[in-house]
């Protein structure tokens, strides 16, 4: 059975950070391109980060905006698992975050669309 599971949400303050992971089982997440997106309330799925499979080029990684120097996406192969450190944390970052595994392996996935497999999400609140 295929699944893509979430951890590592959670609740803190304004400046924490948390770190979310993202296991795979039934497939070899390091065969995948794996993306974050998150959902606010009454807000549509928006990209965060995105990390490619290694391929002979190396691995790529694109953010948002908005995150850009805040969140770092990586992954370990090794463990079947691709990390999404978030820092300082801003109120607007509260949202359930979505880890997304796509068969587009040297792809950037940065929309929903390219999207082969999705976790259940995990939540992040985040208190001013």
């Known amino acids: 059975q295929v699944q893509v599971v979430e951890s590592g949400g959670g609740s803190v303050q304004s400046g924490g950070s948390l770190r979310l992971s993202c296991v795979a089982s039934?497939?070899?997440?390091?065969?995948?391109?794996i993306a974050w997106f998150r959902q606010a309330p009454g807000k549509e799925r928006e990209f965060v980060a995105a990390i490619t499979a290694i391929t002979r080029s190396g691995i790529s990684t694109t953010y948002k905006d908005s995150v850009k120097g805040r969140f770092t996406v990586s992954r370990d192969n090794a463990k079947n698992t691709v990390y999404l450190q978030m820092n300082s944390l801003k109120p607007e970052d509260a949202a359930v975050y979505y880890c997304?595994?796509?068969?587009?392996?040297?792809?950037?996935?940065?929309?929903?669309?390219?999207?082969?497999?999705w976790g259940k999400g995990t939540l992040v609140t985040v208190s001013s």
């Open positions: 039934g497939f070899r997440l390091e065969d995948f391109a």
């Open positions: 997304a595994a796509s068969a587009y392996f040297s792809r950037l996935v940065t929309t929903t669309r390219e999207v082969d497999y």
